[in-house]
């Protein structure tokens, strides 16, 4: 089957510490802040925040392709503001076999850029790479720097 992997940069405005500090509390921030996306982040495993933390994640009607979504955290280093998370079950993984997810914010100016990257294998050659996903992960950045923006 295909494997590849795509990458995607978002500036954003507000403070880059801010801004990870929001990411970081997605659990939390994200169903409240974001109701249109996310129905709900439940943590199954863990505090939600560390390796091996387990959360299930139900998305909004308006998700494309993916309903539920149950990752696990990786990795993470607070200092250097990345995370590293595997999708270990639900409706992504009908599409790839393997899908990792990597999300790190750098600050720059006044703002920053946060660096979206995935790794995936398809379940069948037919399956397009991941884009719409892609899509997904900017524009909930581009939200969440609004958000912050307000907060």
Known sequence: MGSGQLHVDVEFKSP???????????????????????????VLEGDGKAPGSVRLITYSEGSPIVKISKEKIDAVNDA????????????????????????????????GIVKWSCEFERASEEIPDPNVIKEFAVKNFKELDEFVLKA
Do not use: C, M, N
Request: aromatic share 16%; charged share 30%.
């Open 16 to 42: 880059a510490d801010k801004f990870w500090g929001t990411v970081r509390d997605s659990t939390t921030v994200f169903p409240k802040a974001f109701p249109q996306d996310y129905k709900s982040i439940e």
């Open 80 to 111: 250097e503001r990345w995370v590293a998370y595997s999708v270990i079950d639900g409706d992504l993984l009908k599409f790839y076999k393997v899908f990792k997810g990597k999300i790190h914010v750098i600050p720059k100016g006044e703002g």
